[in-house]
């Protein structure tokens, strides 16, 4: 069982307050949607209208081409999987399961063959006849999984639900839910604030903030072409540096003058560009770290964070701003060293001050 979902124009207000504003989306049968924000930007709020869990205040939500936004969540064939689990503790995993089927009127025997098949899918066979305080988070959110999936709901709707698990647990359950979409099949929306879940697990990332949808994009687009600023910042760990720029705009390619006399060449093309100030934009692993004296520039050392496979280096430049480049996980750099940056140009982005966002030629 799957389905598209269609968001057309969808508003919602809570008193005076505007949380989402004139919103569309389409999302296709099948498809792993994840809605990444900060908190507050209105994920819940949007997953729940699909739910049936909020009003709409102006718009159209429809399931495979039938509107549903006036039905009752029972009705809209959507199974929703919180972050607080929500199970009745004194209920065994069986008797959760089996809930929400006999209230509406599913036959035993139907709902015994589809409790064996999500526990089969879950792995959680041997725990049916306990009472949820007998289990561990990562085994009660398994159960809040499986009540959703007895449902045999057209699409899951999945809001954090990787929050309140530990850091092991949270991934291990992650590439259980990236194997349970493959298995089943079905339309999933997943709701988190985390940019790696949403870079692991989507098919498409919608990045929301501020009322409004950022940018709706498979992970690696999102990543490389990142459509506002804000993107640009939200997505990538560590943070995207951004240094404001004056441009020569001369060549075909534009060369990004720092503070300080630094320039650097990049691969954007001068054509569509119109003066103004640009903030340039380069990930971590875009700088390098060089001998002294060989990159665009140097920077005294402030912190190296060892991460294993690499090591991101702060340096500050002259003019005091912090710029983090990476090295080898074995960098023999030490706090206080005298290094050179060297900024590669071709992976550069250009932001002017409407948030329009330039990248480099595609290879
Ligand atoms: P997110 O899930 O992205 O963290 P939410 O959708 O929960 O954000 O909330 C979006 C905004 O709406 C927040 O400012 C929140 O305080 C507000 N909000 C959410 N639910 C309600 C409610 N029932 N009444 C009033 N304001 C709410
Ligand atoms: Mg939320």
């Given amino acids: 069982m799957t389905a598209d979902i269609e968001i057309s124009n969808v508003s919602k207000r809570y008193g005076a307050m505007t949380v989402l504003e004139d919103l569309s989306l389409s999302i296709k049968a099948r498809e792993f949607v994840v809605f990444l924000g900060p908190s507050g930007c209105g994920k819940s709020t949007l997953l729940r209208m699909i739910a049936g869990l909020e009003t709409v205040d102006a718009g159209e939500i429809a399931i495979n081409g039938a509107r549903i936004d006036h039905l009752p969540p029972g009705?809209?064939?959507?199974?929703?999987?919180?972050?607080?689990?929500?199970?009745?503790?004194?209920?065994?995993?069986?008797?959760?399961?089996?809930?929400?089927?006999?209230?509406?009127?599913?036959?035993?025997?139907?709902?015994?063959?589809?409790?064996?098949?999500?526990?089969?899918?879950?792995?959680?066979?041997?725990?049916?006849?306990?009472?949820?305080?007998?289990?561990?988070?990562?085994?009660?959110?398994?159960?809040?999984?499986?009540?959703?999936?007895?449902k045999?709901?057209?699409?899951?709707?999945?809001?954090?639900?990787?929050?309140?698990?530990?850091?092991?647990?949270?991934?291990?359950?992650?590439?259980?839910?990236?194997?349970?979409?493959?298995?089943?099949?079905?339309?999933?929306?997943?709701?988190?604030?985390?940019?790696?879940?949403?870079?692991?697990?989507?098919?498409?990332?919608?990045?929301m903030n501020n009322r409004k949808i950022e940018q709706i994009g498979a992970p690696m687009e999102i990543y490389e072409r990142p459509a506002t600023r804000f993107?640009?910042?939200?997505?990538?760990?560590?943070?995207?540096?951004?240094?404001?720029?004056?441009?020569?705009?001369?060549?075909?390619?534009?060369?990004?003058?720092?503070?300080?006399?630094?320039?650097?060449?990049?691969?954007?093309?001068?054509?569509?560009?119109?003066?103004?100030?640009?903030?340039?934009?380069?990930?971590a692993e875009d700088v390098r770290i060089v001998a002294s004296g060989q990159g665009n520039t140097d920077g005294t050392v402030d912190v190296l964070e060892r991460l294993g496979e690499?090591?991101?280096?702060?340096?500050?430049?002259?003019?005091?701003?912090?710029?983090?480049?990476?090295?080898?996980?074995?960098?023999?750099?030490?706090?206080?060293?005298?290094v050179g940056l060297s900024f590669d140009g071709r992976k550069a982005h250009l932001f002017d001050e409407s948030d329009r966002a330039w990248h480099a030629r595609e290879g």
């Avoid at 709901?153 to 954090?160: G, H, R, T």
């Avoid at 910042?233 to 075909?252: C, E, H, K, Q, Y």
């Avoid at 005091?320 to 206080?336: K, L, M, W, Y």
């Fill in 75 to 150: 009705q809209r064939g959507v199974a929703m999987v919180f972050q607080s689990y929500a199970l009745y503790p004194h209920m065994t995993v069986r008797d959760n399961l089996a809930f929400g089927l006999q209230n509406i009127g599913v036959s035993r025997d139907v709902i015994d063959a589809r409790i064996h098949e999500a526990a089969r899918i879950l792995e959680m066979s041997h725990l049916l006849e306990r009472k949820p305080g007998q289990l561990s988070g990562g085994q009660r959110q398994r159960v809040a999984i499986g009540r959703a999936i007895v």
């Fill in 152 to 207: 045999e709901p057209k699409a899951f709707l999945f809001d954090e639900p990787l929050s309140n698990l530990d850091a092991a647990l949270r991934t291990r359950t992650r590439i259980e839910l990236a194997q349970l979409h493959q298995r089943l099949q079905s339309t999933m929306i997943f709701v988190t604030h985390d940019q790696v879940e949403a870079m692991t697990l989507a098919d498409r990332i919608v990045v």
């Fill in 231 to 283: 993107v640009a910042g939200f997505v990538g760990a560590p943070a995207m540096n951004f240094i404001d720029v004056t441009l020569d705009r001369s060549g075909a390619n534009a060369t990004a003058a720092f503070a300080g006399g630094i320039s650097v060449q990049t691969d954007i093309d001068t054509a569509d560009l119109s003066e103004g100030a640009y903030t340039f934009g380069i990930r």
């Fill in 310 to 338: 690499r090591t991101l280096v702060y340096a500050r430049l002259n003019d005091g701003q912090q710029i983090v480049g990476s090295d080898a996980g074995n960098s023999r750099v030490a706090v206080g060293d005298t």
